[in-house]
């Protein structure tokens, strides 16, 4: 019994010193790649990690997330979200813009860069078809965080978004959260205050690959969304201000189905994004607790994502518009459907729609919002 037993304890050794080799084989991309001075505060690139090895880098550059390693079915371990090699990529702006970021004040779009309160009128930073979209020209993703603590696997961003900043009015003070939890969770936790009226609709804007980034297309990805209604857009993808049932259309993700199965069948909604970006209205049984928003599921490597939150919507983007032409962190093009992105968040246009729930923060009150997003094999 006590050879037996001794025989276990070098298996189980050997077991975490194989765990422990693969974990520190990781490509993880070097600091300096990011070590740089933006606006005048100091850029970094910053590596937590949890027990059981899921490995994240992060830059304060927008709040970024550049990669996240975790292990397929046969134990091989992939970078899954999509990135850039040097904090020069994004810097650039090439490509998807939003690659990993933060989005605010304002996630998707507000008409015209229009809204009141009050009766006051303001005017907002345009662009993408005369449309304040992400928060302006020089949105969250575009800033430099500071660092306000960080352990191996947690890191604490703030900043400061001063009135009239892409012309949305009031102080807005955020303080954000980033963890990698010991059951395999990325958790965001945002908290916001702010001494004027103001929008604010926060979420994050990682691109997954669940084969890997630049491993092929996510069109064979089975994706299931908690939601009975989306809300439809028009050409310049501003809603509608209606709730349609995702009933015999496209938008029906109440059943797992390849992301890719009816992306191109004939219809407007999807003619107008070249795919979807549409937010799916979720099913939810609270007013404000996490709730199962949505699942992804890689069928070939057996990596499943499940994503939580505590908002009301959910944004799916089917990466519409990477062509090739940018070359990520493991040497392969961005190309064509590569990466989805599953933002949650509030819907786009609410300070100009009625029938929406209120994005308007009030001074006195605290923004909170939780977004989780859950790894795992089968």
Same mark, same amino acid.
């Given at each position: 019994m006590k050879t037996r037993f001794s025989l276990l304890l070098l298996f189980i050794s050997l077991l975490v010193g194989c765990q422990s080799k693969q974990k520190t084989s990781l490509s993880l991309l070097p600091e300096t790649a990011f070590d740089s001075i933006i606006d005048g505060k100091q850029v970094a690139l910053y590596t937590l990690q949890n027990k059981m090895g899921i490995t994240m880098q992060v830059t304060n550059y927008g709040a970024r997330v550049v990669s996240? !390693?975790?292990p397929d079915k046969t134990g091989h371990w992939d970078d899954i979200v999509a990135g850039r090699p040097t904090i020069k990529g994004y810097v650039s702006g090439a490509g998807e813009r939003f690659l990993g970021a933060t989005i605010g004040r304002y996630a998707n779009r507000i008409a015209d860069g229009k809204f009141a309160i009050s009766g006051k009128e303001y005017q907002l930073a345009?662009?993408?078809?005369?449309?304040? *979209?992400?928060?302006?020209? %020089?949105?969250? &993703? @575009?800033?430099? !965080?500071?660092?306000v603590s960080k352990t191996t696997n947690q890191i604490c961003f703030d900043y400061l978004s001063k009135d009239m900043e892409e012309g949305f009015p009031g102080n807005l003070k955020v303080k954000m959260?980033?963890?990698?939890?010991?059951?395999?969770?990325? %958790?965001i936790e945002y908290t916001a205050t702010t001494d004027e009226a103001t929008p604010i609709n926060l979420t994050h804007h990682t691109f997954f690959n669940l084969h890997g980034e630049g491993n092929g297309s996510i069109n064979d990805h089975i994706l299931y969304i908690n939601a009975d209604s989306y809300t439809p857009i028009n050409k310049k993808q501003i809603p509608l201000g209606t709730f349609e049932k995702v009933a015999n259309?496209? /938008?029906d993700f109440r059943k797992p189905i390849a992301m890719g199965t009816r992306i191109n069948q004939k219809d407007k909604q999807l003619e107008y994004c070249n795919g979807y970006d549409h937010n799916f209205v979720l099913n939810r049984t609270t007013s404000n607790d996490v709730e199962l928003a949505a699942?992804?599921? &890689?069928?070939?490597?057996? @990596?499943? *994502?499940?994503?939580?939150?505590?908002?009301?919507?959910i944004q799916?983007?089917?990466?519409? /518009?990477? &062509?090739?032409?940018?070359?990520g962190k493991n040497g392969k093009p961005h190309t064509f459907r590569s990466s989805f992105a599953m933002e949650t968040q509030h819907f786009a246009d609410s300070p100009n729609q009625p029938n929406f729930p209120s994005t308007i923060l009030k001074p006195g009150e605290t923004y909170h919002q939780i977004c989780i997003y859950q790894f795992g094999v089968k």
């Open positions: 996240i !390693w975790t345009t662009y993408s078809d005369g449309q304040c *979209l992400h928060g302006g020209v %020089k949105g969250f &993703d @575009r800033v430099v !965080w500071n660092v959260t980033y963890s990698i939890t010991d059951d395999n969770a990325f %958790k259309t496209p /938008f699942t992804v599921e &890689d069928p070939i490597s057996g @990596r499943y *994502l499940n994503i939580y939150t505590t908002e009301p919507g799916f983007y089917s990466g519409n /518009f990477s &062509d090739g032409s940018v070359i």
